[in-house]
């Protein structure tokens, strides 16, 4: 399945700026949907690395209105860590919260997620887009990663979040060196094994470049390398900005993994 990722923010990696008006969000939306996404992450605040937080309401200011409008055309998750955020955005039409601190950053998330049955996914990071470049140390990333993911899993659900309703992400480039994010695509096996659908994130992000040597906006090989491998190693839904080519590169690697089996 495929995540079209749309940032309204002035500020995001990649996307920054490009789609704050409401009208060329929702014309982005439509173009996702039109290009095979199966649904749509609206998010207000950017995490790249040294990104400064932003106060609640600017974040509502941001998200709201396209959510409103988007919410007909798929269903959309709203990229958040605040529970007022998320409670108004599953208000407005949203049906699931993708929580990038994995519900560790606001206490009320769950009990905001459980209470609206919405769905959510929980994400794996250290540290907040301030912090998190010197927190990339681990001894093992993969192991770590997921038993970070097992508990939060367990507090969904003891939280009444229902368990189809819970996914996972290990957080590409989130408090990761090339090597950790590496090893987590690799080895993203061991986190499907968690029994609940993987969410990967690699669109575009600094570890292609420092792989490639390209600027942002010249990572498409490299996300539909790692996207199509993360898929191929058990990732259930990729996280993309550039809809289109994933979902023509996924569907011929479907093809051929549908010849494979008698
Ligand atoms: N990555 C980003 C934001 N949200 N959510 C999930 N579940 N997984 C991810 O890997 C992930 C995420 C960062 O990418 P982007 O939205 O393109 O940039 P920015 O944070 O600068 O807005």
Do not use: C
Not at 93 to 116: C, F, H, K, W, Y
Not at 195 to 200: E, N, R, S
Request: charged share 25%; no cysteine; net charge positive.
């Amino acid at each position: 399945m495929i995540l079209g990722v749309l940032n309204v923010t002035p500020d995001s990696f990649s996307d920054g700026g490009r789609f704050l008006d409401v009208d060329s969000a929702v014309a982005q939306a439509q173009r996702m949907a039109d290009d095979g996404a199966d649904w749509i992450d609206v998010g207000g605040e950017s995490t790249r690395p040294g990104a400064e937080p932003i106060p609640e309401a600017e974040e509502l200011r941001r998200v709201l209105p396209v959510v409103e409008r988007i919410a007909r055309l798929r269903p959309v998750s709203i990229d958040t860590t605040k529970a007022a955020v998320a409670a108004r955005a599953l208000d407005a039409g949203a049906a699931i919260v993708n929580d990038v601190s994995g519900a560790t950053a606001d206490p009320r998330m769950l009990e905001v997620v459980a209470g609206r049955r919405a769905a959510i996914i929980l994400m794996h990071r250290k540290g907040t887009p301030k912090t998190m470049e010197r927190l990339a140390r681990y001894r093992d990333v993969v192991g770590e990663v997921k038993r970070f993911l097992q508990r939060r899993i367990a507090a969904a659900l003891d939280a009444g979040v229902a368990p189809q309703a819970i996914a996972v992400d290990p957080g590409i480039g989130f408090a990761k060196n090339l090597e950790h994010n590496l090893q987590l695509l690799a080895r993203i096996g061991e986190i499907a094994a968690l029994g609940v659908p993987v969410v990967v994130g690699v669109s575009r992000k600094r570890f292609l470049g420092r792989l490639l040597g390209q600027p942002p906006d010249q990572r498409l090989e490299g996300t539909i390398a790692a996207s199509l491998l993360a898929v191929a190693g058990g990732a259930r839904i990729v996280r993309v900005h550039d809809v289109a080519a994933v979902a023509r590169a996924l569907r011929v690697a479907r093809a051929i993994w549908g010849a494979a089996r008698p």
